[in-house]
């Protein structure tokens, strides 16, 4: 299965374009690291183009999108776990993670969902990729932003995405 | 972290902001005067290369150039000692590289900095 991200100018905020030279399609099994520097546009890649373009297409994937700053995110999946009939204790990441990969597989329960993570910088890949080995399946997608050593460096059918400044207000976007 | 609660200043690259507001705002809360503000700015400028400004909605910065600003908020305040965890991991190697620097040339002026990536 393929996600297919249409060559264009997207503007991702105001006087800021970015731009996909060409079109490129992001596939199951395939992990993806995202690179480009702070203020580059990664996040606003993510939010603004790449999650509403998986969105549109028929697929009905299952995106989880693991927040840049964890403790909102957190925060956010606490809240949302306590309007649920059955209460689940989320203190930390690996419980909440636990807890998205109850609710993913509850989603699984109806038919098969195509899986796409995608990691914005999160400082707990090596938690990530224990959740991921215990998920046991080899056909998810994962895209992954990280500046630094990520647990998901060494993964097989690893490409990267380059995000990079041209000038000011302007930046590309290129699949290597 | 409960040993460094009452003896540090203790920012988190997880939660950077407190307060989603505008940088005035923010920095009121690290008691910041109008003139450290001016230089936290300035400083903000040459290491982002992004202009900002007292009124500059701060929510909207990127998630690094937050980080960025949280560690000049946090050196140019009063705190003697400061506990800044998960700070390297959201900056690439040039931001990370003028932070340390910057962050070397405080050491002399604070008690301790302390730098922790959980």
């Known amino acids: 299965m393929m996600w297919k991200i249409a060559a264009s100018v997207y503007e991702v905020w105001k006087n800021f374009n970015l731009e996909v030279k060409e079109e490129f399609a992001l596939q199951t099994g395939g992990t993806y690291h995202l690179t480009g520097a702070?203020?580059?546009?990664?996040?606003?890649?993510?939010?603004?183009?790449?999650?509403?373009?998986?969105?549109?297409?028929?697929?009905?994937?299952?995106?989880?999108?693991?927040?840049?700053?964890?403790?909102?995110?957190?925060?956010?999946?606490k809240a949302y776990s306590a309007l649920q009939k059955t209460a689940v204790e989320i203190n930390d990441f690996e419980q909440m993670l636990n807890y998205l990969l109850e609710l993913y597989q509850n989603a699984l329960t109806d038919a098969f969902r195509p899986l796409l993570i995608i990691s914005d910088e999160n400082p707990y890949s090596e938690k990530l990729a224990l959740w991921l080995e215990k998920l046991n399946r080899g056909d998810y997608c994962l895209i992954y932003v990280s500046h630094g050593i990520c647990a998901f460096d060494q993964s097989s059918n690893l490409r990267n995405i380059s995000l990079t400044l041209e000038k000011a207000g302007q930046a590309n976007l290129t699949l290597l | 972290m409960n040993e460094y609660a009452f003896t540090h200043l203790i920012c988190d690259g997880n939660q950077p902001l407190i307060t989603n507001a505008s940088l005035e705002e923010e920095a009121m809360l690290y008691n910041l005067k109008p003139e450290v503000l001016h230089k936290v700015i300035t400083l903000f400028k040459q290491i982002t290369d992004k202009e900002i400004t007292p009124e500059t909605d701060i929510s909207q910065l990127s998630g690094g150039q937050k980080v960025v600003l949280m560690i000049l908020l946090a050196i140019h305040s009063k705190a003697d000692k400061i506990l800044m965890l998960n700070?390297?991991?959201?900056?690439?190697?040039?931001?990370?590289?003028?932070?340390?620097?910057?962050?070397?040339?405080?050491?002399?002026?604070?008690?301790?900095i302390l730098q922790l990536d959980l």
């Not at chain 1, 546009?41 to 989880?64: A, E, M, N, V």
């Not at chain 2, 003028?98 to 962050?103: E, M, N």
């Open chain 1, 38 to 77: 702070n203020g580059a546009g990664k996040t606003s890649f993510l939010k603004q183009i790449l999650i509403p373009q998986l969105q549109s297409q028929p697929d009905q994937q299952y995106i989880l999108y693991l927040e840049q700053q964890t403790q909102n995110q957190l925060d956010a999946v």
């Open chain 2, 87 to 112: 700070a390297k991991s959201a900056l690439d190697p040039e931001r990370s590289d003028a932070v340390q620097t910057l962050i070397k040339q405080f050491q002399a002026s604070k008690q301790e």
